[in-house]
């Protein structure tokens, strides 16, 4: 049940929802972890006030690609987001969410 | 609509990525071994039973380390059990989940299915009905061509 991948006796087999966020960090998430500075809007829930509604992770790998994995904790309102990347010079944008391969 | 933003720097730098963070666990518990990676008979297992199409959906995740046989059911687990000819291995009562395990699936079962999965093995021991001195020898019984040997 915590597995990412469901098999049918007899059948196929197919992923959960939790196989993708895995598969993304497994293929993107790897080289050097970047300190994200973020500037975000807050939150208080039971345990903590102040908590952020976006949470970010980034990473630059050996090729010089860079990616950023980000949650937006909202449960109501999009965000529009602004991401500081001038200190890597040119870079190509690429949005591999959603993608397969 | 709500603004954020992110700033990074590429010499803002929190360490080098272990891939072995990207690790994971195959258990002896419900139907992870026994009707997940091992089903033969199924139309796409191999000639070890194991199904090569839930093969083909581990290697995309690019797993470089699977930790194994648990979990709760490595505590009670005897590894002599599981290796020797297969109609010779006992069925025993896992007492971390109550099912009837049977050994069809052991260490070098898994060890194959690991080479197949293209990953490694951390191999768990069980320090829950025994201790540390009986479980020295499942590394020898990896290496050796006398397996049962061991038996």
Same mark, same amino acid.
């Given at each position: 049940?915590?597995?990412?991948?469901?098999?049918?006796e007899?059948?196929?087999?197919?992923?959960?929802?939790?196989?993708?966020?895995f598969?993304h960090?497994?293929?993107y998430?790897? #080289?050097?972890a970047?300190?994200?500075? %973020? @500037?975000?809007?807050?939150?208080?829930?039971?345990?903590? &006030?102040?908590?952020?509604?976006i949470?970010?992770?980034a990473?630059?790998?050996?090729? #010089?690609n860079?990616?950023?994995f980000? %949650? @937006?904790?909202?449960?109501?309102?999009?965000?529009?987001? &602004?991401?500081?990347?001038?200190?890597?010079?040119?870079?190509?944008?690429?949005n591999?969410?959603g993608?397969?391969? | 609509?709500?603004?954020?933003?992110?700033?990074?720097?590429?010499?803002?730098?929190?360490s080098?990525i272990?891939?072995?963070?990207?690790?994971?666990?195959?258990?002896?518990l419900g139907?992870?071994?026994?009707?997940?990676i091992?089903?033969?008979?199924?139309p796409?297992?191999?000639?070890?039973?194991?199904?090569?199409?839930?093969?083909?959906?581990?290697r995309?995740?690019?797993?470089?380390?699977?930790?194994?046989p648990?979990?709760?059911?490595?505590?009670?687990?005897?590894w002599?059990?599981?290796?020797?000819?297969?109609?010779?291995?006992p069925?025993?009562?896992?007492?971390?989940?109550?099912?009837t395990?049977?050994?069809?699936?052991?260490l070098?079962?898994?060890?194959?299915?690991?080479?197949?999965?293209?990953?490694?093995?951390?191999?768990?021991?069980?320090?829950?009905?025994?201790?540390?001195?009986?479980n020295c020898?499942?590394?020898?019984?990896?290496?050796?061509?006398?397996?049962?040997?061991?038996?």
């Open positions: 049940m915590i597995a990412p991948i469901i098999t049918r007899g059948g196929g087999c197919w992923p959960q929802t939790i196989y993708w966020p598969f960090v497994s293929k998430g790897r #080289g050097k970047l300190r994200a500075i %973020v @500037n975000s809007p807050v939150y208080d829930c039971a345990d903590y &006030e102040g908590v952020p509604l949470d970010a992770a990473v630059q790998d050996d090729e #010089g860079v990616t950023v980000c %949650v @937006n904790r909202d449960m109501k309102e999009d965000f529009e987001l &602004e991401i500081d990347l001038r200190s890597f010079g040119d870079l190509k944008f690429e591999t969410t993608a397969v391969s | 609509m709500k603004k954020a933003k992110i700033v990074l720097d590429k010499d803002y730098i929190i080098s272990d891939p072995r963070i990207y690790g994971s666990f195959i258990e002896h139907r992870a071994v026994y009707g997940g091992y089903e033969p008979g199924h796409q297992a191999d000639g070890q039973g194991f199904r090569r199409d839930v093969l083909e959906m581990v995309k995740l690019n797993v470089p380390v699977v930790r194994y648990g979990g709760n059911f490595v505590s009670g687990f005897n002599e059990d599981s290796v020797g000819p297969a109609d010779r291995r069925k025993r009562l896992d007492l971390a989940w109550f099912t395990e049977t050994n069809a699936v052991g070098h079962e898994f060890a194959d299915w690991a080479e197949k999965a293209d990953t490694q093995v951390m191999y768990a021991v069980n320090l829950g009905t025994r201790g540390p001195g009986k020898l499942p590394g020898a019984a990896c290496k050796c061509d006398r397996p049962d040997h061991y038996a």
